[in-house]
């Protein structure tokens, strides 16, 4: 079997999971790493058993590293994945994969004339949770499809939130590829947000969108970093999908450890697991095989135009035809 080098372009706290999942797969290595901050990068090269890189260039310029693993703040996604493609390597970038649509443009353009795989973090849809719904839709055991609800209710603290974009973006970006791999193409949306407790960070912390599809479907979309839910039947994070023959649920309470993890206040173990099986996926059947990812940048270009829809009806305070 022949080895699958990865570099890391990025060395944040999700670089963790990215390396543990490739120090365990056979076929395998994380072969270094670049990040803004030198030291850091020196101290998550020592964590991981890899080398760095003094730049991104030197990075790509590395015969060993067949793909590489963008794992940057949103604002420079599109810059590494056009020189990453450039230079022939495979991608893997984290979501949200770009700060616009012309920037999903253009690196959707630069893949294709280089003739290398990019797959989006679109981790959600590579739980096997979701992979049987999918399935139970495909197959028609569901029926035809309903409604559509995506709920995320977890705390994070202001310093926390700070660093990150509202929870339209950094949240509904989940929901909505999410949406897509199981309902379906949007064809309106509508969108209300609050930014409860705005002294350290001015970005919302609570949205709610409601968004037909093509197919007819109705899908509920909500995010909160403003409150925990521990009620008797907690919408933690949660998916149902509700068709005229049958019904179908993913949550994060059903996978629970009482210890902290990152923002979290207990370990839901299906995330950690979900970008796991996101890097594992990406090495053996998108690299190895050659295969097509799950979700695509094309997924992640209507991605974006629910974003900006929704951010668009807070604005104007309307709702938004996606197609006009």
């Excluded at 991608?91 to 994969?97: D, G, Q, R, S, T």
């Excluded at 902290?260 to 996926?281: F, L």
Aim: aromatic share 6%; glycine share 8%; with cysteine.
């Amino acid at each position: 079997m022949k080895t699958i080098g990865i570099g890391f372009i990025g060395a944040g706290d999700i670089a963790n999971l990215h390396a543990e999942a490739i120090n365990n797969l056979v076929g395998a290595e994380l072969v270094g790493l670049w990040n803004r901050t030198p030291e850091k990068g020196k101290a998550k090269a020592g964590q991981f058993g890899c080398k760095t890189y003094d730049s991104v260039e030197a990075l790509l310029a590395d015969p060993d590293i067949h793909a590489v693993f963008i794992l940057t703040n949103m604002e420079t996604h599109c810059e590494y994945t056009v020189k990453a493609a450039e230079a022939g390597k495979h991608i893997l970038v984290e979501k949200p994969a770009a700060s616009s649509i012309q920037e999903l443009e253009q690196m959707k353009a630069a893949v294709a004339k280089a003739g290398v795989k990019c797959m989006p973090v679109h981790n959600y849809i590579y739980e096997p949770g979701i992979e049987r719904a999918k399935a139970m839709i495909d197959n028609g055991k569901l029926g035809q499809i309903v409604q559509f609800y995506m709920m995320y209710n977890i705390h994070h603290a202001d310093e926390i939130r700070v660093r990150y974009p509202g929870v339209v973006r950094q949240i509904l970006t989940h929901h909505s590829y999410t949406m897509l791999y199981l309902a379906g193409e949007p064809k309106t949306v509508s969108c209300l947000m609050n930014t409860v407790d705005d002294t350290i960070a001015s970005q919302e912390n609570v949205a709610m969108a409601n968004i037909q599809m093509q197919n007819g479907t109705l899908s509920h979309l909500c995010a909160s970093f403003a409150n925990d839910d521990h009620a008797g039947d907690p919408w933690t994070c949660i998916i149902k999908v509700i068709g005229t023959k049958g019904s179908t649920r993913y949550s994060y309470r059903d996978f629970v450890i009482n210890d902290r993890n990152g923002a979290h206040s207990q370990t839901y173990q299906n995330y950690p697991e979900s970008i796991i099986n996101t890097a594992t996926h990406f090495i053996n059947r998108v690299v190895r095989l050659g295969e097509s990812p799950l979700s695509s940048l094309q997924d992640a270009i209507t991605c974006q135009r629910i974003i900006e829809a929704c951010e668009l009806s807070v604005v104007k305070g309307i709702h938004v035809r996606l197609n006009e």
